[in-house]
């Protein structure tokens, strides 16, 4: 915009000719040396803006340094959040919101409230497709809830984690098995969330990661360190304020600690051939206690992973937790790198429901609580898919 307002100054400011007159038009014309003179101004004004950037970044230092020098008689300058206030006066201890004690209340909390869609459904939100789900983007969640106890806090999981709530395969070493995937001596079992309770948790449990943005148009953000060092979640922090004279928020997001893969088997026919080809998908699951049965549920478009899982009548999920830092290969007693479980699942075609393209209106006949046939499903007038799948087994990774 200042370019633009320069450039209208100079011409307007300018000698122009007067060319082409007629009785019927009148055009002016800028001279070649003018035009010149232009395109040599905005390269020296982008250098100017240039050299203001580098001077305010260097001017939210030395702020900073003299905030320190001037609150703080130490010979270590403030090196994160919680230092920063400090050296202002107004001190805090920091915590960390991710040690393994929170998670696990912040996992049992999410199981006991009843109200947190993020565990079973999942909906992708980019792109302009016309589609405003319910119930905070996330479909209906009757199917989610069923069971639910309306907040009573069930104690924590009990047991150890590799104490099997199913039934485990048994044959010798180097075996293979089809029917649950696993062989035999490569089994993680050491390393495998094998009780529903304690794997129910770990699929609620979520990495809570907190920073500083800029405030948005309607946001209340602060612009000075003090404010700052006031704010709700301030104990969370670790990024230091940015102290440059913009107004700023704590922004949080919250992440599931494993990966959740949903795997079923496409069956089509090429040219008069029938094939089978693997399914691999990535969608949020969750795990809930029903009547004394395990289900896991997903909300979910209309794809592969929902045409397969109500044609085909089953399902493979997988839960999956890397931690390329660690030694150990698996193993549930000290830090390792790989840890999870393998949950072998049906359909419940009565606890699973299909919505029209709206994603919210349920397809006449095959709603939650319709017990219906996969020959009854008319595609055409599916869109979106609240699948529900009752455990069948819960056995190790490998």
Not at 299 to 319: H, P, Q
Not at 331 to 339: C, Y
Not at 377 to 393: P, R
Request: some cysteine; aromatic content about 10%; glycine content about 10%.
């Amino acid at each position: 915009m200042k370019k633009k307002q320069l450039a209208l100054s100079l011409v307007c400011a300018s000698m122009v000719m007067l060319t082409g007159c007629n009785d019927d038009e009148t055009v002016y014309e800028t001279s070649p040396e003018m035009w010149d003179k232009l395109e040599q101004l905005e390269t020296e004004n982008e250098a100017l803006e240039q050299q203001n950037e580098q001077l305010a970044e260097q001017n939210t230092a030395l702020v900073a340094e003299v905030n320190y020098w001037k609150h703080n008689g130490s010979t270590v300058a403030p090196h994160d959040f919680t230092s920063q206030c400090a050296a202002i006066g107004i001190e805090f201890d920091y915590v960390d919101p991710n040690t393994p004690e929170a998670a696990r209340v912040m996992a049992v909390s999410a199981v006991a409230g009843g109200d947190d869609c993020l565990s079973c459904h999942t909906y992708d939100g980019s792109g302009d497709t016309g589609v405003t789900p319910p119930h905070g983007d996330y479909g209906d969640c009757a199917g989610c809830h069923e069971g639910h106890d309306g907040g009573t806090d069930p104690g924590g999981p009990s047991g150890e984690p590799t104490d099997p709530t199913y039934t485990q395969p048994s044959f010798a070493a180097g075996a293979v098995d089809g029917k649950t995937g696993a062989s035999g001596a490569s089994y993680y079992g050491s390393g495998s969330y094998l009780n529903a309770q304690w794997l129910q948790a770990q699929l609620d449990a979520q990495v809570h990661n907190y920073r500083w943005s800029e405030a948005a148009d309607g946001d209340t953000g602060v612009s000075t360190l003090a404010a700052a060092c006031a704010l709700d979640n301030r104990q969370h922090m670790t990024q230091m304020f940015p102290e440059d004279g913009k107004a700023y928020v704590i922004e949080s997001k919250e992440n599931a600690i494993g990966a959740k893969l949903v795997a079923t088997v496409n069956k089509f026919d090429d040219n008069g051939t029938q094939v089978e080809t693997p399914n691999i998908a990535t969608f949020g699951f969750g795990l809930k206690e029903i009547e004394g049965e395990y289900y896991t549920s997903m909300f979910i478009g209309k794809n592969n992973t929902c045409y397969n899982a109500i044609m085909n009548g089953e399902a493979r999920l997988s839960y999956y937790e890397y931690d390329p830092t660690q030694f150990a290969k698996t193993g549930l007693e000290e830090e390792s790198r790989n840890r999870g479980a393998r949950i072998i699942v049906s359909t419940d075609y009565t606890r699973t429901g299909l919505f029209a393209p709206d994603w919210a209106t349920p397809v006449p006949g095959l709603g939650a609580g319709e017990t219906f046939k996969p020959e009854d499903v008319d595609w055409n007038a599916v869109g979106a898919c609240n699948l529900t799948f009752k455990v069948e087994s819960i056995i190790p990774l490998g």
